[in-house]
C-alpha cells in the first residue's frame, strides 16, 4: 500500500482552511459569520465532510403571560440564507 501523505484536493492541505476556522472560534465569533464562513468552505469543497443539505437558522422568541397560559411568538428572523434586499420591508 502507498503509505505517502495524499496531497491535493484529497490530502491534508486541502483542509487547511477548515482548520483555521475552527481554530478561530472564540466567545467573540458571531455565528453568522461563522455560518457563512462554513457555507463558503461547503461550496468550494474544502470541508472533510460536507454540510448535509441546506443550512438554515432561524431565530424565534416567545413571550408568554405571567401564569404561562397563554405564549405567543413575538419576533420570529431568518438569519441564513440572509434575506435577499427585496425580501425587506
Known amino acids: 500500500m502507498d503509505k ?3 496531497t491535493g484536493r484529497d490530502g491534508p492541505e486541502a483542509y487547511g482552511e477548515e482548520k483555521m476556522v475552527v481554530d478561530s ?4 465569533t458571531s455565528f ?4 457563512t464562513r ?3 468552505l461547503n461550496h468550494q469543497g474544502k470541508l472533510r465532510k460536507p454540510l448535509v443539505g441546506d443550512l438554515t437558522a432561524t431565530v424565534h422568541i416567545y413571550k408568554a403571560n405571567k401564569d ?3 405564549i405567543e411568538e413575538s419576533f420570529k428572523a431568518t438569519l441564513l ?3 435577499t434586499n427585496n425580501s425587506q420591508a
Not at 472560534?25 to 467573540?28: E, L, V
Not at 453568522?32 to 455560518?35: R, S
Open 81 to 83: 440564507p440572509p434575506p
Open 38 to 40: 462554513l457555507l463558503d
Open 32 to 35: 453568522h459569520d461563522l455560518a
Open 4 to 6: 505517502e501523505p495524499r
Open 25 to 28: 472560534i472564540d466567545g467573540t
Open 68 to 70: 404561562r397560559t397563554e
